[in-house]
Structures are given as C-alpha cells and as structure tokens.
C-alpha cells in the first residue's frame, strides 16, 4: 500500500497498539533543555532510572545569558535562570546524558545545535520537551515538543504513547522572488490556513520551492508547523539533506552512512500515496511577509495594510482582530510600512542560523542601525561561522549588539526582554501578548527584513533597499 513518508517512520517505530486506538512509539533520540527539570524530580521521586542515557542530548538553551559568557555559570546574574542551568548539569551527569553546557563550544539553542552536529537524522522519531521541536522534521525526521509527564515516560523507557495524527501535504509550487524566504513562506501558509488550520495533522511540505530551499531555510518552514496548530511538520530528505549531513560529527560514517542512505532514499511519500487534507500555494505571487497582531497567522505582504475588522463577517475572529489591534497600538487601514519600531531582534531557533545572519548581514553592511538591535547566533558554532566572515564586524559597524547564543530575546526568560509598550520587529516564531515581555508588541518578519527595520526604524519592505 502507498504510504506517506510520516506513516513511513511512524509505522517503523511502533512498538505495540493499545485498547484505546493510542500507539506506543519507539523514540531515536531526546533533546532536553533547562525545563526539562520537572521530569527528572519526577524521575526522582518514583525512584526510576534513565532507560536509555545514550538516546538523550541536552542542550543550554531557553536561560543562558547572551552576555557575559567568559564570566560561566557564576556570572548568571539572575538565581532562579543559574539554578535550572545548574540542575540540568546535575540531572545529565547523574544519568549519564551528554549534555552541551553552556560553556561548551557546541551549545547552542536545542533546535540549532542538535541539527548541526548531525544528531538529527531522517527517519528517526525525535522528541523534546518544547513546541518547536518540529523544526527536526526539515531532515526527514518526526519531530514533535511533548510535555513534562511525557519527558519523563520518555526518559524512563524510551518510548511514548501517543495517537496517530492525520497527514497533510501542503504543496508549494512556483519559484521563490527575489527578496521572499522561507520565513515569509511559512508566515504565508499560517496566515492561510489558520493557527489551528492543521490542528491533529503531520505536515509534509513539498513542490518545487521547497525542494529549492535549504536545510537552513527547510528548518524555518518545519520550526514554524506549531503555530498552526500541526503536530509537526516534515519534509523529505533529498541530496540536500544528505550533503548537509555529510561529515557531521554524529552522522553516520562508512558503511553505516552507506546503509542509512539506502533507507533514507526509502522514506519520501509514494507517489500514489493519499494525505488526508491537501493545500498549495503558488510561490511566485508571495511578497515578505509581516504580521501585525498577537498570533502568527495575523500576517499581511509588507506591502499591504493593517486589515479592518469591520470588514471579517465571522463574529469571533472579528473581536480577535479588535483585540489583538487594542494590543498592538494599531490602526486599521494603516500601511505595514509606517509602523515604527522601537529595537529588533535577530536570532532563535527560526532565524538564528548562518544563512540568516548573512542575510541579515547584507543588509547591515555600510549602514546605521536606528534603534536598538541585538543579533544572537542560534549556537555557538553559527557564531564562530559568522565571526570567520566578518559578519559580527558588519553588525557592529551598523550599530547591532552581537551577543551570545541562545533563545535570548524570542521569549526573554533569561533577561533579554522588550520594555513594555514598545514595539519589535523580531526573526523569532511566536507574537503572543507579552512573549518578548510584559507588555511587549512583537511583528515577526524575515531576517533581512528586520535588518531593513533596524536600518530605518520602522517596517520596510526589504527589496527597497
Ligand atoms: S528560540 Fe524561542 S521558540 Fe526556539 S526554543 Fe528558544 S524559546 Fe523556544
């Protein structure tokens, strides 16, 4: 029977079916990160023991400091965010777990790092407690966040029940235009569909242009599934995943590289194979993309305007909008290109990588930065990329801070906050009231597009400069 590629790794690792339709997984591999505290006190507590230490890779992420970093452990000023840090390094060594601690040269955000010493692989089932884990998926892999109960069944036996979701192929046809990234897809497809377009699904994303993007740009697409409501978002693994891969500290080698390479040119979808629910979208007609509201899908080209309410017939999206444009400062009818921005945030796991920091970069060079910037490397191995072209030099030229990796200002538990009631243009993944801080109003938008605010001060359609 025709299947797709996610029933293709799912039906490979199910271990056993239970009475209630629920499946139990065999899990690969498990990232963990700071919050991953509450499973192992849970651990603790029933007196059980990692099952597999060898499976799990914990990453500082979500509370490291981006400044500072010489300063180590006891330079985290704030004693809670140095507590979880500290824990995790406790909670790794006791079980045995390889964990990337915050001064290791190979930290970096869980969802940046792990991709980039070739652990995540296609075909494996991938887990981690945290809502974008589907970025995995660009390899090939299914990957989905679970929650703290679910952390620790995983770190207990190695395996998870879960339901299996339905499938959606989200075709994407056409050439990309000069100036449109993978960001603007994805924000594109969110604003189409919905945030909870693709609730209770597996996206596989395919046709032309995605099979034209990186793994770098391929990650931002998968990174973003969550926010409309997919359980994870995949796409197949071609030649160039396998040159990505290729000489990766934890890829497969010789022979074993040889047979894994056989079974990953098994996995793309059959060509008579059924999705339960199919969208396309046509590459060549999208613009960069901008949102101006407190959720994802609330979008619009950078050429268009701020929408009216008055003119949504569905009631309860209607006050949605109200409420969300009461947040945001901002007046119906309004151009994208006249909201000024108060500072800008580069980085996170959805625009924090190399190619990200290049476009941005281009931007920069030979300019002035308006307001404030911070530009923060998904890992450190991006950073000592980037530092080797010069781009940190660029940012610092125009003005940018160049800081240190980790998920900094995306969701700024580690201080790196927004003041209240000033407005960002931000690379991150989520526009949630108070998600860059209390207070904060957050548009997302590509990386070269946030260069292009920082650069101007206000929302600026990127192919302008
Ligand atoms: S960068 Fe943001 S979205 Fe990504 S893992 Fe960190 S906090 Fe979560």
Redesign the pocket.
């Known amino acids: 029977m025709a299947r797709t590629l996610f029933e293709k790794i799912w039906d490979r690792h199910v271990i056993t079916r239970g009475a209630g339709g629920d499946t139990l997984l065999f899990v690969d591999r498990h990232y963990l990160h700071e919050g991953s505290f509450h499973a192992f006190t849970a651990l603790a507590r029933e007196g059980r023991e990692v099952r597999s230490p060898k499976q799990s890779f914990a990453f500082d992420?979500?509370y490291v400091p981006t400044v500072d970093r010489h300063l180590g452990i006891p330079g985290v000023a704030d004693a809670e965010a140095r507590g979880l840090i500290e824990n995790l390094a406790r909670n790794t060594a006791k079980h045995g777990i390889r964990h990337f601690h915050m001064d290791d040269a190979r930290q970096g955000?869980?969802?940046v790092a792990a991709p980039e010493l070739g652990l995540t692989l296609p075909g494996l089932v991938i887990n981690c407690g945290?809502s974008?884990t589907s970025t995995h998926g660009a390899f090939g892999a299914l990957a989905f966040g679970i929650g703290a109960s679910q952390v620790k069944q995983v770190l207990a036996t190695q395996c998870l029940w879960q339901k299996q979701p339905k499938s959606m192929l989200i075709r994407i046809d056409g050439a990309l235009p000069p100036g449109v990234t993978a960001k603007d897809v994805i924000l594109a497809v969110i604003a189409k569909i919905g945030i909870g377009g693709a609730q209770g699904h597996v996206i596989e994303y395919a046709g032309a242009a995605v099979r034209a993007l990186t793994m770098e740009a391929r990650m931002t697409m998968c990174n973003m599934s969550i926010e409309a409501g997919a359980r994870a978002g995949m796409i197949a693994p071609d030649d160039t995943t396998y040159q990505y891969l290729a000489g990766r500290p934890h890829a497969p080698v010789g022979e074993a590289w040889e047979s894994a390479l056989a079974y990953w040119r098994s996995l793309p979808s059959d060509r008579q194979a059924r999705f339960d629910r199919e969208v396309g979208l046509d590459a060549s007609r999208l613009e960069p993309m901008v949102t101006w509201g407190t959720n994802p899908e609330e979008g619009v080209p950078v050429s268009g305007a701020v929408p009216d309410p008055a003119n949504e017939p569905d009631a309860s999206r209607r006050a949605r909008m109200e409420s969300s444009l009461r947040y945001m400062g901002l007046t119906p009818g309004m151009p994208i290109s006249d909201i000024a921005v108060d500072r800008v945030f580069i980085g996170?796991?959805?625009n924090g990588r190399l190619e990200d920091l290049r476009a941005a970069a281009a931007i920069a060079r030979g300019r002035k930065a308006r307001v404030p910037t911070v530009v923060s490397p998904g890992s450190r191995l991006v950073k000592v990329a980037a530092e080797a072209e010069g781009l940190d030099k660029i940012f610092l030229e125009a003005g940018f801070e160049w800081r240190d990796a980790g998920?900094s200002m995306?969701?700024g538990i580690n201080g790196d906050q927004v003041p209240s009631g000033e407005r960002s243009a931000s690379t991150?993944?989520?526009n949630f009231e108070g998600r860059q801080g209390k207070g904060a109003r957050t548009h997302l938008m590509g990386p070269a597009m946030a260069a292009a605010a920082a650069i101007t001060g206000r929302i600026t359609d990127v192919r302008a400069l």
Do not use: G, M
């Open positions: 992420d979500h955000i869980v969802h945290d974008h996170s796991c959805t998920c995306c969701v991150s993944n989520r």
